[in-house]
């Protein structure tokens, strides 16, 4: 079975640990790393190879882990970035995919997006 290459980034500690501990459990899941949320992270992501970077942020932490999430997404377009927070029981996944694209495909997009919930 091919294991899911995950990247662990953090802004506390605690949480981390926690999750740290769970996913170095599962069979399918090889923990590349659980570091702390810091400018020296792009070095290293070139190296490393994930398919997968979870964060996990307390929602203080918030306007830093947009901004990081940004510029990974920027460098890396097709790789998840999965945000986890202390206080909420929400898992919020984000990718950035550039396509070709005519007039034609920005109405077929519109037109198959979900509607939002009321």
Do not use: C
Not at 15 to 28: F, H, R, T
């Amino acid at each position: 079975m091919a294991k899911r290459r995950v990247l662990l980034l953090w802004t506390q500690p605690l949480l981390s640990d926690g999750l740290k501990n769970i996913l170095s459990q599962l069979e399918d899941v090889e923990l590349l790393g659980s570091w702390a949320l810091t400018a020296t992270i792009f070095a290293r992501l070139a190296t490393l190879n994930p398919e997968i970077i979870l964060i996990a942020e307390d929602s203080k932490d918030s306007e830093i882990v947009t901004r990081f999430m940004g510029k990974i997404l920027n460098a890396y377009p097709n790789l998840p970035v999965v945000r986890i927070g202390l206080q909420e029981d929400e898992v919020h996944i984000y990718t950035s995919r550039t396509l070709p694209a005519r007039s034609a495909d920005l109405i077929e997009v519109i037109r198959n997006l979900p509607k939002l919930q009321s």
